[in-house]
C-alpha cells in the first residue's frame, strides 16, 4: 500500500518568515494530494490540493509543488502569522480520492 | 457548511467493555471514514463506508468493527475495548469521487483504563 513520509515533525519560524513542509510517498500510482490544517481541539481541515497533472497551484500565502519523478510534494507558507500555527498533514491517494494516506504531521510555531 | 457531528468529545471506559463511537454527517456525503490519531503515527484509517450497509477494512481493522445503517450515521465499535485503544478517534466523509476532500469532525478522545 501507500506510505507517505512527512519532515520535520516540528518546525519553529519568526513570524513573517516562510514555512516549509517535505513529504514523500511510495505509490508511482497515487495521483492526488491534498494537505491539511489541524488546529488544537478541532479536526483536519483541507487547505489546499494539488493533483498530478498540475506541477504547482497556489492560494493567496500557501502553495504546493508536485514532483511526480521523485515522488516528493511540498507545502510552503509565506508571510507566516501566528494564525498559521497549527499542526499540518500531507496526503496522498489514488484514483477516486476516497482513501487517503496520511503523512505522520508536522507541528508549526509561528514565533510572534 | 457541512458538519460531520462526533456525539462524544472524551469518552472513559474500562476495559473489556464494548464501546461505541458515533458520527453523523448533514450534507449527504456518500463515503464515510474513521481513522485514528496518535502522536507520532499521524492518522490511520480503521474502517470507511462507500454507501449503505457497505464497509471495508482500512489499515488497522484489528479490534474494530462498523456499522451504517442509514447514509448519514457512521458507527464505531470498539468490541472489547484494551488500553491500546486509547486514542484520538476522527469520523470524515466526503462526496462520490472525493470532491472537495475529507470534512472531519472534531474528534472523540477515548481513555480505556
Known amino acids: 500500500g501507500e506510505n507517505v513520509e512527512q519532515h520535520p515533525s516540528t518546525l519553529s519560524v519568526q513570524e513573517g518568515d516562510s514555512a516549509v513542509i517535505k513529504c514523500t510517498y511510495s505509490?508511482?500510482?497515487?495521483?492526488?494530494f491534498p494537505w491539511y490544517k489541524q488546529e488544537l481541539g478541532k479536526g483536519p481541515q483541507l487547505i489546499i490540493d494539488i493533483r498530478s497533472n498540475v506541477g504547482e497551484k497556489k492560494d493567496q500565502r500557501i502553495a504546493v509543488t508536485l514532483n511526480k519523478t521523485a515522488k516528493h510534494f511540498s507545502l510552503h507558507i509565506t508571510e507566516t502569522q501566528p494564525e498559521d500555527s497549527a499542526v499540518y498533514f500531507c496526503?496522498?491517494?489514488?484514483?477516486?480520492?476516497?482513501?487517503?494516506?496520511f503523512g505522520t504531521g508536522t507541528k508549526l510555531q509561528v514565533i510572534p | 457548511d457541512v458538519k460531520v457531528t462526533q456525539s462524544s468529545r472524551y469518552l472513559v471506559k474500562r476495559t473489556g467493555e464494548k464501546v461505541f463511537l458515533e458520527c453523523v454527517q448533514d450534507?449527504?456525503?456518500?463515503?464515510m471514514f474513521w481513522y485514528r490519531q496518535d502522536p507520532g503515527l499521524g492518522l490511520r484509517l480503521i474502517y470507511f463506508?462507500?454507501?449503505?450497509?457497505?464497509?471495508e477494512k482500512g489499515d488497522i481493522p484489528e479490534g474494530y468493527s462498523v456499522s451504517r445503517e442509514k447514509k448519514e450515521r457512521f458507527s464505531l465499535i470498539l468490541e472489547s475495548a484494551s488500553t491500546n485503544q486509547t486514542s484520538m478517534y476522527l469520523c470524515?466523509?466526503?462526496?462520490?469521487?472525493?470532491?472537495?476532500?475529507?470534512?472531519f469532525g472534531s474528534g472523540t478522545r477515548l481513555t480505556v483504563v
Open positions: 470524515a466523509s466526503t462526496l462520490q469521487g472525493g470532491v472537495g476532500g475529507y470534512t
Open positions: 463506508s462507500y454507501d449503505v450497509k457497505m464497509k
Open positions: 505509490d508511482s500510482a497515487s495521483n492526488y
Open positions: 496526503a496522498a491517494s489514488f484514483g477516486g480520492y476516497q482513501k487517503v494516506t
Open positions: 450534507m449527504d456525503h456518500e463515503n
